[in-house]
């Protein structure tokens, strides 16, 4: 199977618990295996996944998401088909990846500070001093802070290049929804900015009449988890 799909980009890691894992090194060269296998070190792997047998199966997509967890081995070809169909996501620059990878978990925009680091650090304090901007910005950004380098290969991302750019916000994928010049971010503007700005709130009403429609039509029961941001 890692044969037949690695043009496609599948590509396997096994995972081998430490019991018995002196000898994973010669049973690997003996089946011939053309995938790494890994000691489990630890038990850390088989924490973090929940494993209860052995062999077991997880699949992760090109987004770094796990998708389907504890496969049977007759069912693990056919999930690897129906994930490699899917489109590739689109790519982002590596500096924007984690905060992408948090933003989409979180419903969150991406906030860019440009410029020197020491106007980068002023704006941020600014922030803090700010009881409802600091609010806003840890419950509704993920917050990135470029080095010059990474500035200078980002900036195709937001076409207006402004030498006064202090603050650039991206959606989840990395697409640009506004930007600010530093004069616009005096006084009370820092503030009005990122409550502008910050993802759009969903209507709790409206998606519980939509649960319980949709349960309804599919004779399911409606799991509701209450939480807050922090």
Same mark, same amino acid.
């Given at each position: ?95 924007? =990846?984690? &905060?992408?990878?948090? #933003? !989409?978990?979180?419903? +969150? $925009?991406? *906030? @860019?500070?440009? /410029? %020197? ?91 519980? =009449?939509? &649960?319980?429609?949709? #349960? !309804?039509?599919?004779? +399911? $029961?409606? *799991? @509701?988890?209450? /939480? %807050?941001?922090?």
């Amino acid at each position: 199977m890692s044969e037949r799909f690695a043009d496609q980009g599948l590509v396997i890691i096994g995972v081998h618990s430490t019991r018995g894992g002196e000898n994973a090194a010669e049973f690997v060269q003996q089946q011939g295996l053309p995938y790494p296998v890994a000691i489990d070190i630890d038990n850390k792997t088989t924490s973090a996944y929940h494993i209860d047998g052995f062999p077991d199966y997880y699949l992760i997509d090109r987004s770094g998401k796990v998708r389907v967890a504890d496969l049977a081995n007759g069912d693990v070809e056919r999930a690897v088909a129906v994930l490699i169909a899917e489109p590739a996501p689109p790519s982002i620059h590596p500096a924007l =990846a984690e &905060a992408s990878r948090k #933003a !989409q978990d979180k419903r +969150k $925009r991406i *906030l @860019v500070f440009w /410029g %020197a680091a020491e106007r980068q650090n002023e704006l941020l304090a600014r922030m803090n001093q700010l009881p409802q901007a600091n609010r806003v910005l840890s419950n509704e950004f993920e917050v990135v802070r470029p080095d010059a380098v990474a500035q200078a290969e980002l900036l195709p991302l937001c076409p207006s290049i402004l030498e006064e750019r202090a603050l650039s916000v991206l959606d989840a994928q990395g697409n640009q929804v506004a930007e600010a010049i530093w004069s616009e971010l005096e006084g009370p503007g820092l503030e009005a900015f990122l409550k502008t700005h910050k993802p759009q709130t969903l209507d709790a009403e409206q998606l519980w =009449a939509q &649960a319980l429609k949709q #349960a !309804q039509r599919e004779n +399911k $029961r409606v *799991l @509701v988890h209450l /939480g %807050a941001p922090w």
